[in-house]
């Protein structure tokens, strides 16, 4: 079972351009984000994938996440630079062609007004969506973002800047993918286990992913398995209320701790979020 | 181009495996720590894939890696929770079966030695790899890794533990890369522009990008587009030799070094490394 608001939830890929991602320079801080956010808005985020700021590479991630997802969010690559080839490849992977879109040229005119006015070459690029993508406002930078609803599914390509990024998911792609969110809740609790090995914890963990509804259970090791072993244990479960997703949690918690304190653990118990 | 040590340079994949880092819940290190490794061994990382903790899923990705790289690195999922299944999905790509590996046993044993000395089913379960895989030492926990050649490739399996991951492919897994590696100097170079925007300095770094040899020029807006601009300007080379790499580098900086000052730009240059 994959990460989840249940098997039947809607799911998502995340797509991240940028060679600055594959050469290590850059860590992907944006795909964490977007994979916190879709799975709190419902969705199952099924495969991230990062590709090279090259048009081919792009449109074959998208075409593949077109295939496997209901929606497909791609950060990067929206810039005024040579290498700001994103929407080509939405375009490519879409069977469409690449236009100059009126609505994203009056952003990016309106966003130069403030600076010199001056609309050059790569200026102008940035409006250059795919045929019937929707502009979405960049309220922090220059870049607008793409929106493309095509055959029940949506591609949301955002900048690759965090806080561009950010603003522009809370702001223009939330609100679309809420029309489609699964009506869940989802809580997330945890608890911190000290003294037990997690190879030792390990039967408890499986019992408690066992609990029922929809429910995940992880642990991560956090000090060393041999010595001062430090265990954190994460639950993540979903129902139609908020009062049954906690008790789906809190259920799941329940048997990991007190296996840990068979085994003679320490437990420290998270508030649920 | 994606980034390069030049077009023929061996060809890698990233696959990291784990529902944490599709949840947002863990950012995703391990890749960028790969991705500069690989980069700076003289390997071309053509994409990263994160996939959650499922045999098929990653089966799909090592499968998909090995039809197009030449190294294949996984991370994650190698512990003793019933949710470490990333050697069953290597095996599953390859079309092999997972047996109980006599070394990597051993090594299991050794660890657990000085913990308590039990060999639990959870504990026996680090020792299965895919059949004719070499186990990988472990310096800092219990899971041994795995690398298995075929066919002209290599698949390296690491665990998700950061620590652990990174002494493992240092001690174990780049000597083996190194056999492979192509005889390049990889040289890294950057400059920081103030004062010029990311769109106006685009022409400058398009040009730089063209100076020839394998070089990889990219910008990156750090400040306002608007306001006050602060763009900083990457340049990745690589050739024979460490000098003529370094050549190449700062070549590609000086052009947009003058541009930038053309424009009005005030420019703070980093030292190569």
Chains 1, 2 share one sequence.
């Not at 992907?28 to 916190?36: E, F, I, Q, V």
């Not at 994938?49 to 969010?73: K, M, N, Q, W």
Request: with cysteine.
């Amino acid at each position: 079972l994959p990460p989840s608001a249940g098997e039947g939830s809607p799911t998502a890929y995340v797509v991240t351009v940028g060679n600055e991602l594959l050469i290590g320079r850059t860590v992907n801080t944006n795909a964490a984000w977007l994979g916190r956010r879709l799975t709190l808005l419902g969705f199952r985020v099924v495969r991230m994938i990062t590709v090279p700021d090259d048009v081919g590479e792009i449109a074959s991630a998208v075409r593949e996440g077109l295939e496997r997802a209901r929606v497909v969010v791609t950060t990067g690559g929206l810039g005024p630079t040579y290498d700001d080839v994103t929407l080509q490849g939405v375009a490519e992977a879409l069977g469409r062609r690449l236009v100059l879109n009126r609505e994203a040229l009056e952003m990016v005119k309106r966003f130069y007004e403030r600076l010199d006015g001056v609309l050059t070459e790569e200026r102008v690029k940035m409006a250059m969506l795919p045929e019937g993508a929707k502009p979405l406002r960049n309220p922090v930078g220059a870049a607008p973002g793409a929106l493309v609803e095509c055959g029940g599914r949506i591609i949301a390509s955002l900048p690759g800047v965090p806080r561009e990024m950010e603003a522009m998911f809370l702001e223009e792609v939330e609100p679309v993918l809420r029309r489609i969110a699964p009506p869940v809740s989802i809580v997330e609790c945890g608890l911190t286990v000290k003294g037990v090995p997690e190879s030792l914890l390990a039967p408890h963990v499986k019992r408690a992913a066992r609990v029922g509804g929809s429910v995940y259970v992880k642990s991560h090791p956090r000090g060393s398995e041999a010595g001062a072993p430090v265990v954190e244990v994460k639950v993540l479960a979903s129902a139609p209320s908020r009062a049954e997703a906690l008790n789906v949690a809190r259920e799941a918690l329940r048997i990991v701790g007190e296996g840990a304190r068979s085994l003679g653990g320490e437990v420290v118990e998270e508030d649920c979020s």
